[in-house]
Each structure stands twice: as structure tokens, then as C-alpha cells.
């Protein structure tokens, strides 16, 4: 992702004004926040997101219901049958990827506070953490890469797959990732957001995201 934008892309993904999600996630009633005037990715939302992208990058985020703040597992499947080529996922700038599936936590005892706070209010706060997963670059499987954007310390991305295409199912322990990114233990799980990024190497994107669930 080029320069800033990941910056403005951490700031989308904690702006939690959208509806809320349950156990199985359906992505009705997501929106998608474009970080560039001048281009965006096209999602269609339902029990599957549907991406395309073409030398573009936006984010689809949701809100995650309070009854499921607690939540330290998840999973899903995804499809890619057009991807971005390799790149490094820990550059900044020119780290494009197919799909990412973002986690954003809070500390338990701010998450009521937050949960309806706009982005204005979030910007720039030193306790949000933000755990990435990765479909794309060509970092080894299993990378856990600090985001070269934003606050040093907020962000982190996991790679699960690397570039390429095919349809995989993935199970996560947020509670252990999180630990092995940011040493503890994770807060509230109040937002999620799924991206495509393809705008460094202005390549074609196409890719889905369903059976969403945490638990």
C-alpha cells in the first residue's frame, strides 16, 4: 500500500458506526470506506463478500455485537481466482495483497465507550490494536510482520497465504496471535474490516471471503 494510505486505512478500520454482526458473521450492511477519491475496490455484500480490485484499495468494515466481545477464535474461507504478483508484505508502499481480514481490539474496560465512537475520536489512540491476516505477498507462511504504518506497536499482520490463487479454509486463535503480535492478552473485539489492495502494482484483483465466524 502506497506511503500513507495504510495510515488512513488503520483510521477506516476502526471506524465502528456500521451495523453490528453476530457469531456467524454475514457481511449485509457493510460499507465500504475508500481511501482515494479518485478509485475504490467493488464489494458485493451478503453471507459472502465478493471483491474486485484493479489497481486499487478500500476497506469493507462492520461492527461487532457486544455479545460477541469476547470472542478468541475465528474463521472463514477464502477464494482467490485473480491475483496481485508477490510482494512484501512489511514494506511500506508497494505491499500490495489480495485479501486482508482485519481484528480490531480495545481494552474491555473502554469498549462500551468506543464501540460508537467515529473515526475523529479513534484516530491516533495508543490502545487500539489492529491483528491482520494476509492472503498475498511473498513473506514466509506464518510471518508475523509489524506494520510499517501508524503508531509503531497497533498494528500487525499474519501471512496465512501467500500470493496466488485457489480457495482455502483458515481457523485462527486470535488469543495466541494477538500474544505472539503485541505480548498479552487481547481486549474487546469491537470492529472487523475486510481489504483488497492492488494499487502499487496496478494489477487486477478478484477474490471472496464467506463462512464467517468468531466465537
Do not use: C
Not at 208 to 215: K, L, P, S, T
Request: cysteine-free; proline content about 5%; hydrophobic content about 40%.
Amino acid at each position: 500500500m502506497s506511503r500513507t494510505r495504510l495510515r488512513t486505512a488503520a483510521a477506516a478500520l476502526i471506524l465502528l458506526t456500521g451495523p453490528a454482526l453476530a457469531g456467524p458473521v454475514s457481511f449485509a450492511g457493510w460499507q465500504e470506506q475508500r481511501l482515494s477519491l479518485f478509485g475504490s475496490n467493488d464489494y458485493t455484500f451478503g453471507d459472502t463478500l465478493e471483491m474486485t480490485s484493479a489497481g486499487s484499495v478500500s476497506i469493507a468494515w462492520g461492527r461487532v455485537a457486544q455479545g460477541d466481545w469476547g470472542a478468541r477464535r475465528a474463521s472463514w474461507t477464502w477464494d482467490v481466482t485473480t491475483s496481485v504478483p508477490p510482494t512484501d508484505l512489511s514494506r511500506k508502499g508497494g505491499d500490495d495483497r489480495n485479501l486482508a481480514v482485519y481484528f480490531l481490539f480495545v481494552p474491555q474496560a473502554e469498549a462500551a465507550a468506543l464501540a460508537s465512537a467515529d473515526i475523529r475520536a479513534l484516530l491516533g489512540r495508543s490502545d487500539v490494536r489492529v491483528l491482520q491476516y494476509a492472503y498475498g505477498g511473498n513473506n514466509p507462511v506464518g510471518s508475523v510482520l509489524p506494520s510499517p504504518y501508524g503508531t509503531p506497536g497497533t498494528g500487525a499482520t499474519i501471512v496465512l497465504r501467500q500470493a496466488g490463487t485457489g480457495s482455502h479454509s483458515e481457523s485462527v486463535d486470535l488469543s495466541a496471535d494477538y500474544a505472539r503480535a503485541f505480548d498479552g492478552a487481547p481486549g474487546a473485539l469491537i470492529g472487523m474490516a475486510v481489504s483488497g489492495d492492488s494499487d502499487d502494482t496496478k494489477s487486477p484483483v478478484a477474490a471472496a471471503v464467506g463462512g464467517m465466524r468468531v466465537e
